[in-house]
């Protein structure tokens, strides 16, 4: 999974909004574009960007596509951002186990 594409897809406000539609399951593109503020070929084209992201996949169903979550492709996005929240909990781990205050920043 290039993750560069994948985050980039998901940086932008509408089309996270999109991805989070779809978080109750699949829906087609009508049923997404019903519940936000941008035109229908807007909301297409934002579906296509997280399907080549690995977010969503596709089907046809009759004249309709219906987009869903592709759990293989957020899984493996989970599973990369989990490697830094490993980091983050040796690195707060070896603090702990140091005994020593926290360290209060300075105000400017």
């Known amino acids: 999974m290039a993750y560069g594409t994948t985050l980039a897809a998901l940086a932008d406000p509408t089309r996270r909004a999109v991805f989070e539609?779809?978080?109750?399951?699949?829906?087609?593109?009508?049923?997404?574009?019903?519940?936000?503020?941008?035109?229908?070929?807007?909301?297409?084209?934002?579906?296509?960007?997280?399907?080549?992201?690995?977010?969503?996949?596709?089907?046809?169903?009759?004249?309709?596509?219906?987009?869903?979550?592709?759990?293989?492709?957020?899984?493996e996005l989970r599973h990369w951002l989990d490697q830094f929240w490993g980091d983050a909990l040796t690195a707060f781990k070896h603090e702990v186990e140091l005994g020593e205050p926290p360290r209060r920043r300075k105000k400017p």
């Open 21 to 75: 539609r779809l978080r109750d399951g699949p829906k087609s593109v009508g049923e997404v574009a019903r519940t936000l503020p941008v035109s229908r070929p807007a909301v297409s084209q934002h579906l296509k960007a997280l399907k080549v992201a690995g977010l969503v996949s596709d089907r046809a169903e009759g004249t309709r596509r219906v987009y869903a979550i592709d759990p293989q492709g957020v899984g």
